[in-house]
């Protein structure tokens, strides 16, 4: 029989595509371009904006290739380049009822966002060019072997095509957020801080800016997590639910914190909060139940919340935005309670050799998941530690990561593109 | 002549204004500053990082007035400004040696 198209799932999956673009562009943009001072709305903005440019091309050209051809265990092959057999056509490996080709623009959605979470860190010192030949670089050497393991035909960690370390990561809790939040502290302890930081007040300029992009992180995160499903199936209203629960939970978490030990529950924190959840419920979501999604969310925002609070301060790098704080901690936390939750009857991943379903976390009984999740956690530590250090050394020695103690002054705004936010 | 300048509390202003303007003074300039004198500012909390707020927001006016004037006027804005509290603010009055109006060229009390 040949290949079907559902006209819902890809209905579903080119909505769901179009949510996690607008999660990058504007709900990422706005929520860091609220966190820096004015004199760098801007730059900050443009740094996400670029990747929805510069990222797209790269898939276009060869990076979809990287991630998903047939190639080894670590990297895609050479198969797809230039789109090369992405048509109308499903692929049954990756998802038998949609398009090839609504797969790929599903894909390139993660691959824009990811690089782009890591501006969070190197946020008001970094050069415009320097910035983007990291990204390029880092799409290449970081995303794509880790997008190739998790999710690409033979990876090593990839659960439901066969890899020798099944690891379960829904939607993208390894692949995006522990591999962008962990270069994120990479980029803040190489860059160094901000001039003047951290004595002189750098407060966000305008908290309301962040609370607009925030929310529109926390609705497109629906198709971020939902359309990891890959269909409009009772799997995608269960990412849903589960995404939904976690991000309550974890705003409640954040601002409850705040209120102990501040007396005080910020706007600020409440939808830092939010965000957290959301990261930490991302390699979960297609695989616990909502109970168990309350629970991961409230240990995300707890979590983060002192990470940025009180280990950021005890250790005094300059995350500027809180890149690793939030993504970092909240996506590694996110990927180990994905392997105490994870609920066969929510998503029968693994099966014996009959077709009947095997327990797939710890509280089933599968102790070994655990340890896989943490294998495929450190790997992705591994692979963005190295990385990120190589990909700094080769930009500072060739064109320099960071602008002029004078344009910092200065502002990004007016030194890297030539204009100012408020007039 | 002299010139009144009056720092004061934001929540201050209208109160300020009104008995000024019963007081028979129709001219004044406006300002958002900011400043601190004895009062301390307060604490924001960001994700964790404590930053102090020492300057605060104030408006600053400032007039010129005829000399027989200036206690009125001063009266006028310590009754409307005053809340008791450190904070409240300060008038300055310094002497003022000349006033033209630039569209007709009046000199002195007449350009007032």
Redesign the interface.
Known sequence: MPPHIDSGDNAWMLVSSALVLMMTGPGLALFYGGLVRKKNVLATMMQSFALMAVVTVLWAVFLFSLCFASGNGVIGGFGNLFLNGVNGAPDPDYAATIPLQTYMIYQLMFAIITPALISGAFAERMKFSAMLVFTILWSVIVYAPMAHMVWGKGGLLNASLGGKIPTLDFAGGTVVHITSGVSALVCALYMGKRVGF?RT?M??HSVVLSFIGACLLWVGWFGFNAGSALAANSLATSAFVATHFAAAAAALGWAGM?WIR?G?P?V??GI?GAVAGLVAITPASGFVGPMAALVIGLAAGVVC?LM???V??RFGYDDSL?AFGVHGAGGTLGALLTGVFAKSWVNAVFKDAKGNALPSGLLEGNAGQLMNQAIGAAIAWGLAIVGTLLILKIVDATIGVRVTEEEELQGLDLSQHGEEAYN | MKKLEAIIRPSRFEPVKEALLEAGIDGMTVSEVRGHGRQKGHTEVYRGNEYVIDLLPKIKLEMVVQDSQVELAVTAILNSARTGKIGDGKIFVSPVEEVIRIRNEDRGDNAL
């Open positions: 951290p007040p407060q966000p705040e501040n005080h910020s600020l924190g830092s919340y940025v609070a009180v950021k301060s809180d």
